[in-house]
């Protein structure tokens, strides 16, 4: 029996031995090679998924790559289309070299034969990132949908699973969101006839929520936890398409009116301030810092009614005092970045969880900038006050959502780099003293096949640190039904002035 | 008899071949625009991992040749032929008597699974994955029937539940509308094995009666013969009678728009003015194409400006005609959008051959290569697009080809220069624009003409005429 199963895994081995080609009389070239996707130089968690990639030029017919450390392992790859090191192997590697570089030596067979590229290094950092992202996949449209759904994402292999998707409902998802990534305190929007807000904490039952309320604009959107996971602040927006006639951006989602809210779980009441709900102002994407005592959101001067000059839109942003104990808004807005001076506009600010900085994507004018080409992200230095533009990260095309991993070390962002229409998750690092690595895309087992056959966007990457454990049957029956739970309103009555600084 | 039957089954056939290849041929070119069928791995895997994947695979095949209405017209009639002679095979199956059954009044009932089909895909949302569904139902049953009376049948029937709910039963997307439970399709699958059992049934009775008094005349001729023709006739004018030929109608204007068919749709609407939303659009175009709309702009039937570029709806036919006109008028951000919303709103969240081929387009005069490219290199992967695929894979980035392109290069003359801002309804401003900026672009000055006629709009109609005046 045992001969026989040796004689197996021998045949076995040979076999795939066998549809390996050995790289012969390579021509050198003394560049580095063009890879999809573009993994040279990157810094890489130490439990992220094998970076298989191909040749950026398609007519390579072979590709092979030989992976090597300082401690003399090695591991190989060839193939057709794309390299597909295995799992295991990859991971025993990388944990090998934790704070450590790797050398990739690429070789790739085109009809003249072999030619093996100058090697290319890969660093890995000794910053783990979390278990998994948690995305939307929608296609890139304006108004109507077609099939989309939540997805989870395990980033140490290629699993993907879907949490919820609308065949199982009537309507669209949108607006996930975990408290630091833990998914025991979860919300998620549910848009369309069956509209609701679902919520979860501390890992209990949904329950879906009626966000809307006689006193408040409209439904609550743009959720974000507070550390505590008792408060989640939301803006409430009245929000508008308009399209371009003759712009690299297509489409311009912008504000009418919008205001910032609490929601107190416990208390199952939407705390308002009328600072932060001004009709003069539209205030958004509100963010509790990472100490839970304050709110930093974005906030434009209102147009007049029945202008549509959205390009005179341009968001700042500011903070306001929160007392976690009382749910009090402080009664002073500061303006952190005056990026209207500027003739900017800032959207989807992110504090790290450390507290040490805060990410926001800056762009021409307006708050969608997941639509503007020329949007970029920027890294605020919160001990210092020094905002700059995150060069490693940014590309021509759209950098806009971003999120912080629970470490504060990685950030996972959507751009749309790859073609300018489909946004990709991409990932970087950020060290301690801000330093931002080269980006790196969303590893895949074969990227060009699968990034080429999906026509959907990643929207809203948020890091997860264990699977949601989300049950998707569950949930499209509470959505289904017609119960919604109602909020209360405590209205804070401070008052102060929009746009004092610091 | 055995030659019989088979006339009867080639006469149904034909019948159903004329039908779709005649009267319904639209009908079929509809199924085949909302559908993309890929040669690929990934797609196939997709499909049959569902139950009841293999038939919905089978139906999707199928489409992609709808392209052709007569191939379409050809492949229901043999689909519809098959379930009527398994229908007739079954109950010989279970009877074990070699075409008795058919000798019956009751043989006239082996058609009426194959005409509650044909009902079925009267309807535009139904989907031929459920034809197949049907009839792989029917091979199943057959196939038990082959295997000897005993316990090796009866393991055979176990398996077969289960492949069979695999391959068909277990199907959800036979119909369009994924809440709309689709019971002509259900009454097809039900009679296509119970009407077996009656006929079984009524036969083991009459073989009692007939054990002693077997005998045969011409009578066994004409008693199938007359039960066919009844059955034909009932089923038939049903058939007829629930056929929709208004929208049978809708969708040839829709679809001369797309294979831009401007002399087909001039004589059309002179033979018979059009009295739908989608035809006056389409009539609208193809006048504008001849330099005619605005001279003849009253000669026939309008529906005020909605007939000229209609307010695009949130489905996924009614934008296609007026996409169409954004895009030959040089509108082609608008054209964009509106097939690709078109696109989103396909009911069973397929994708459309014919809304790639426009994305691809769109993307390609914009100078959006890489997009482009991802439509066109998805298009390369199915039957009858690829070789469209390839040849536009051609131009990506050649800017010198894309100019002298005879359509391409007219359409980027023709798209806006000035950018400005416009929600979902279309206003004589975004006409104007088009036409003020570049003189040359004569649709543009004929939907405007037409504009300001239809809306009574004297003073731009004299701005218009005086600019034109002055330029020559």
Sequence with gaps: MKKTLSFLLLSLLLLSSACTETVSDAKQETVQPRIYPDYVGVTIPVNIAPLCFGMADETAQLVDAVITDCHGHNLHSQGEESVDFDLEDWHTLLGQNRGDSLSVTVSAKYDDGWHTYSPFSIYVSPDSIDYGICYRLIAPGYEVWSKMGIYERDLSSFDERALIENTQFEGCVNCHSFNRGNPADMSLHIRGPHGATLLRQNDSPLIAYDTKTDQTLGLCVYPYWHPTGRYIAYSTNTTRQL???????????????????????????????????QDSIYETFPVFSADGCSIYFCAARALPEGNHDLDSIRYNLCRIDFDPATGN???????????????????????????????????????????????????????????????GANSDDTESFHNWSTSSHWLVFSSRRDDGLFTRPYFCHVDGK????????LPQRNPRRFYRDRFLSFNVPEFIIRPTRFNGQKASRIINDEYRKNMGVRLNTSEGDFGSSQ | MKHLHLLCTLLFGVAVLLFFGLAYPHHL????????????????????????????????????????????????????????????????????????????????????????????????????????????????IWGCLQIPKGWKRYIAIFFAIVILYWMALGGSHYY?????????????????????????????SKKRENAQQKHYSLTSHLIPLT???????????LVWKN????????????????????????????????????????????LAMHGMLADHLFDYNQNGIAG?????????????????????????????????????????FQKSGRCYKRLAQTNLINGNYEVARKYLMALQKTLFYRDWANKTLTLLGNEEAIAKHPEYGRLRKSVYDNNFFFSDHVTPEMLEDLFFSNTDNRLAFEYLKAYYMLTGDREGYAKLLLHTSNKQ
């Design chain 1, 434 to 441: 801000g330093v931002v690595s080269k980006a790196f895309m």
């Design chain 2, 227 to 237: 039960s066919y023709i009844l059955m034909s006739l009932i089923m038939g004018s």
């Design chain 2, 308 to 348: 000229l570029l209609p307010d695009v709806k949130e489905d996924a036919t009614s934008p296609m005609p007026t996409a169409e006109a954004f895009y030959q008028l040089g509108m082609v951000y608008v054209a964009q959008r509106t097939v690709f919303e078109a696109q989103e709103a396909i009911l069973d």
């Design chain 1, 243 to 277: 399209f371009h006639s003759a712009d690299r951006n297509r489409i311009e989602v912008f504000d009418e009116a919008s205001d910032l809210q609490v929601y107190d779980v416990e208390k199952n009441e939407l705390l308002l301030s009328p600072l932060v709900k």
């Design chain 2, 29 to 140: 070119h509809y199924q085949e625009e909302y559908q993309l069928f890929l040669f690929d791995s990934t797609y196939v895997w997709e499909i049959v991992r569902l139950p009841g994947g293999v038939a919905d695979l089978l139906g999707r095949f199928c489409t992609q040749f709808f392209l052709f209405a007569w191939v379409g017209a050809l492949i229901i009639a043999l689909l519809l032929s098959a379930v009527q002679l398994l229908t007739l095979r079954l109950a010989s199956s279970w009877t074990s008597q070699t075409a008795e059954p058919s000798g019956e009044w009751f043989y006239g009932l082996s058609f009426v699974p194959s005409f509650l089909l044909w009902l079925f895909l009267l309807d535009e949302n139904a989907l031929l994955g459920g034809v197949w569904g049907v009839l792989l139902t029917q091979f199943a």
């Design chain 2, 176 to 204: 369009r509308i994924p809440t709309t439970f689709p019971t002509m399709l259900y009454a097809a699958w039900l009679s296509a094995v119970i009407i077996p059992l009656l006929m079984l049934l009524v036969m083991r």
């Design chain 1, 329 to 391: 808004f402080g009664d002073c807005i500061e303006t952190i970045i005056d990026a209207e001076a500027q003739h900017k506009s800032v959207s989807f600010p992110r504090p790290s969880y450390d507290g040490r900085f805060l990410c926001y994507t800056l762009s021409d004018y307006g708050q969608f900038s997941i639509w503007h080409h020329e949007a970029d992200l920027y890294l605020l230095d919160l001990a210092t006050g020094e905002s700059r533009p995150m060069t």
């Design chain 2, 243 to 286: 056929a929709n030929f208004k929208a049978e109608k809708v969708m040839q204007y829709d679809f001369m728009a797309c294979h831009q068919q401007w002399n087909r749709i001039l004589e059309t609407v002179n033979a018979e003015k059009p009295n739908n939303q989608i035809g006056v659009t389409v009539q609208n175009l193809a």
